[in-house]
């Protein structure tokens, strides 16, 4: 019997997170608590699930902090373990679900922005231990923007989850398309964050280099407002005039709302680690929180004026999108406003 193409990748992604000479993984009946197991057993419905692996991911998530403080290497390690076998177990039961309205449950959503967040925190906690310790922390990240990868699909459907229609590639310039597909080639793991947040190779670049929270900040809320400048340009048919080549001009407006998206969602989940694990000042994470606001008020008034063109295109998957813009604008405006007022009871 021949295997889905996405079951097909996904073992492969599994099987180059987990190189042959790592740990075997940790089966659940040695992670969950009995009546946790009990429970997940005895369910039937993906989402229920999904929910229990998710909280147990939570709390090891929690504890990490407080164990790299302590310099326990043998726990931390467990608790990784333990995070890839939770991880490993509900990308298993994802590649199995066929259920329309499971596969895009609410549940589904809070586990990839818990998986999002953890994996950026991962990144910044690895700095904090020996060099030859920190392997285990990017297993573990890759394995999480795996599973990533597989919600995704499942919330956004194969558009987004492309770099593009096969169509609309071959009818890029061979120079783009060759170039493209060198980077998709040499990125290593990079290939599963590109392909689902449609940044460039430079922003991706500019991301991992920028490990303080205000920096970082900074690089999202350009990949933010250079999609919608990229999108002025064209709808107002301003020919690009700068030497440089233009690193948005095969985007669509579709990938490049996505993108837009992403890089909100990236601020929120960036500010949320921080805050959360301590190793931002209350100072610094103020200034995040004040710039995220005044920039989301600016790009509310943008996406306003974007709109009737958006309507203009008759595209459902384009509007569908762009309502993702909105909605996620208007969260990020409403949660840096709330974390502000929450700093306040500290000063």
Do not use: C
Not at 39 to 49: A, D, G, V
Not at 159 to 179: C, D, K, N, V, W
Not at 232 to 248: H, T
Request: net charge negative; aromatic share 6%.
């Amino acid at each position: 019997m021949t295997l889905p193409l996405v079951v097909l990748s996904a073992l492969i992604l599994m099987l180059q997170a987990q190189p042959a000479s790592q740990e075997a993984q940790i089966p659940l009946d040695q992670i969950l608590s009995a009546r946790d197991l009990a429970k997940y057993k005895s369910e039937e419905r993906y989402h229920s699930k999904v929910e229990i692996l998710r909280k147990a991911i939570e709390r090891r998530a929690d504890h990490l902090p407080d164990q790299i403080e302590a310099r326990d290497l043998p726990v931390i390690s467990r608790n990784l373990a333990e995070i890839r076998g939770l991880t490993s177990s509900a990308l298993e039961i994802s590649l199995n679900v066929t259920d329309k309205d499971e596969r895009r449950h609410k549940e589904v959503k809070k586990l990839e922005i818990e998986l999002r967040k953890l994996s950026i925190n991962l990144g910044d906690l690895s700095l904090a231990v020996p060099l030859e310790d920190r392997t285990q922390f990017e297993t573990t990240r890759q394995l999480l923007e795996d599973l990533r990868n597989q919600l995704l699909r499942q919330l956004f459907g194969k558009a987004i989850g492309q770099a593009a229609p096969a169509t609309g590639m071959e009818a890029l310039p061979e120079a783009y398309r060759a170039s493209r597909a060198g980077y998709l080639s040499t990125a290593g793991h990079a290939q599963g964050l590109w392909d689902v947040d449609k940044f460039t190779e430079d922003e991706f670049r500019r991301i991992q280099e920028a490990q303080k929270l205000a920096r970082r900040v900074e690089v999202f809320l350009d990949i933010a407002e250079q999609r919608l400048n990229e999108i002025d340009r064209r709808r107002n048919g301003v020919e690009w005039d700068k030497e440089e080549p233009n690193p948005l001009e095969f985007y669509m407006y579709q990938e490049m709302l996505h993108a837009y998206v992403r890089a909100l969602e990236g601020i929120m989940a960036n500010i949320d680690s921080k805050a959360r694990n301590g190793s931002e000042s209350t100072k610094d994470v103020r200034k995040a929180l004040e710039k995220l606001e005044t920039k989301s008020t600016e790009f509310q008034s943008r996406l306003e004026e974007i709109h009737p063109f958006i309507r203009e295109q008759h595209d459902r998957a384009l509007s569908n999108v762009f309502d993702k813009a909105v909605e996620t604008t208007t969260v990020a405006g409403k949660g840096a406003r709330y974390g502000l007022e929450k700093l306040k009871d500290k000063d």
